[in-house]
């Protein structure tokens, strides 16, 4: 299976399946010398692990890191860091049905079209369980993100048809409530609308926002490796994401080119924009102000009314989900979106560094 790496320098290739007895991430690319723990890791992990709320799905991981690798003294060596998680609650015999039909909304029909065999139990590699891997690899990106003043913070904008208040903006309620949401009150709505979903036996979707501070300018390429074109890979990988926006998004189809335009200007002897309707990004290529993106989550595929599909004969049945499910993924998803974006942004600057001759001398240059 083909497609399980991401990235060029900084690089990371996931392994394991949902309901195997472990998953796990090689991180490779990291420069030797960065300061990293077990520690540092568990708490992104911490963020994602099901069970936390009733929100989520009941099945209870503790999604424990164990650093197999690249790690000596606390610092990374600059080997590859190979880390796993083993999986302790998997209950297989929920999924013993859908091996002989389609879920709608699931990847179990593709699957079979492009191998001819899948692993029913909970979805295999295309169970979202795959993105413990994704945030144990981006938490070293962070870290290292974090030596050059760079920071990423991703919260629920909105879910279903609850969207946050900005001027209620509380970076503290982003961990503490079960929303993810910086906004108490609109988190305090969002539930409510969750219980009616739940009482419907339905799901829901929502909007992650992420920002990116102290990206310097300059990290991207013009052409196909574009900043922004990477970034939306690494959100649109996420197998819930439908749609990504860069900035205002698709604000900008309705506007004409005078009130779109970010006017430059002189901020303490530095250029800089007067407005970011770009979201920090021009022509691909970072331009030092905040980079802001939003990831769409669709509703879990996963419900428990009754639905139309077709079994592996193709004839047309009715089914009803069974199992442990979450009524809505963005909660989890958030720092998913956090630290695939970190990834992307880590593998930018490793890049940089030989985009300019001078930058080279500083290193090579006695």
């Not at 302790?88 to 492009?114: C, L, Q, V, W």
């Amino acid at each position: 299976m083909a497609g399980s790496t991401y990235g060029t320098i900084f690089r990371i290739s996931t392994w394991g399946e949902s309901h195997g007895p472990s998953l796990g991430v090689v991180v490779d690319g990291c420069p030797a010398g960065l300061p990293l723990s077990a520690g540092d890791i568990q708490a992104y992990l911490d963020r994602r692990k099901p069970g936390r709320s009733k929100i989520s799905t009941q099945r209870q991981e503790s999604d424990e890191i164990e650093i197999l690798s690249g790690i000596f003294e606390d610092k990374t060596t600059g080997a590859p860091i190979a880390m796993m998680i083993r999986n302790t609650s998997h209950r297989s015999t929920d999924y013993s049905e859908i091996a002989s039909y389609y879920r709608p909304g699931h990847a179990d029909y593709t699957f079979d079209a492009k191998y001819g065999f899948r692993d029913y139990r909970g979805g295999g590699r295309s169970s979202g369980r795959e993105t413990a891997c994704r945030v144990a690899g981006g938490a070293v990106a962070a870290k290292l993100l974090q030596e050059f003043g760079i920071r990423l913070c991703a919260y629920t904008l909105s879910i279903g048809p609850v969207k946050i208040d900005r001027d209620r903006f509380d970076a503290d309620a982003i961990l503490t409530t079960p929303t993810g949401m910086p906004d108490r009150n609109a988190s305090s709505f969002a539930e409510a609308y969750l219980a009616e979903c739940m009482q419907n036996r339905d799901s829901a979707g929502g909007v992650i926002e992420c920002v990116i501070d102290g990206v310097p300018a300059g990290l991207g390429d013009p052409v196909f490796e574009k900043l922004d074109a990477n970034l939306s890979k690494a959100l649109m990988s996420i197998g819930a994401v439908k749609a990504v926006e860069i900035g205002d998004g698709i604000e900008v189809s309705n506007r004409s080119g005078s009130l779109n335009n970010d006017s430059f200007c002189q901020k303490e002897g530095q250029t800089a924009k007067r407005t970011n309707h770009a979201g920090g990004i021009l022509g691909g290529i970072s331009d030092g102000s905040r980079i802001i993106l939003r990831a769409h989550v669709k509703p879990t595929p996963s419900i428990f009314s009754p639905q139309q599909t077709v079994n592996k004969r193709g004839e047309e049945i009715e089914i009803a989900i069974k199992g442990r499910h979450d009524p809505v993924i963005v909660p989890r998803a958030v720092v998913v979106v956090e630290t695939m974006a970190a990834l992307t942004i880590a593998d930018a600057l490793l890049l940089n560094a030989s985009a300019k001759l001078d930058h080279l001398k500083m290193i090579y240059d006695r």
